[in-house]
Nanobody
Framework: QVQLVESGGGLVQAGGSLRLSCAASARIHSTYAVGWFRQAPGKEREFVAAISVVGDTTYYADSVKGRFTISGDNAKNTVYLQMNSLKPEDTAVYYC?????????????????WGQGTQVTVSS
């Protein structure tokens, strides 16, 4: 099982930017996708964005479209989440996971248990 480690979170003012990293311990299978998720206090974990390992097809939740960009560096086995124009409602613990995802309303079928995540706090 590939291990994933999230990093890059922090405290930022509204309108600011952060880049999160999801580093994998090994190359991820070509048929899989890597997704970013977040969980705010008192709320359920929600899908944020995903990228296919092959083809770099990207998917975004409506709430982050136009502000967040997911990308991958296969040579480094790392997936990034560039977050711009951050809002206080983006405050959450952000997690990454690997799995199967068909896009649209289909569920992201994650393979790993959830890690520690990385805290993102956006102040108003």
């Amino acid at each position: 099982q590939v291990q994933l480690v999230e990093s890059g979170g922090g405290l930022v003012q509204a309108g600011g930017s952060l880049r999160l990293s999801c580093a994998a311990s090994a190359r991820i299978h070509s048929t899989y996708a890597v997704g970013w998720f977040r969980q705010a206090p008192g709320k359920e974990r929600e899908f944020v964005a995903a990228i296919s390992v092959v083809g770099d097809t990207t998917y975004y939740a409506d709430s982050v479209k136009g502000r967040f960009t997911i990308s991958g560096d296969n040579a480094k086995n790392t997936v990034y989440l560039q977050m711009n124009s951050l809002k206080p409602e983006d405050t959450a613990v952000y997690y990454c996971n690997v799995g199967l995802y068909g896009g649209g309303s289909s569920p992201f079928i994650n393979f790993n248990s959830w890690g520690q995540g990385t805290q993102v706090t956006v102040s108003s």
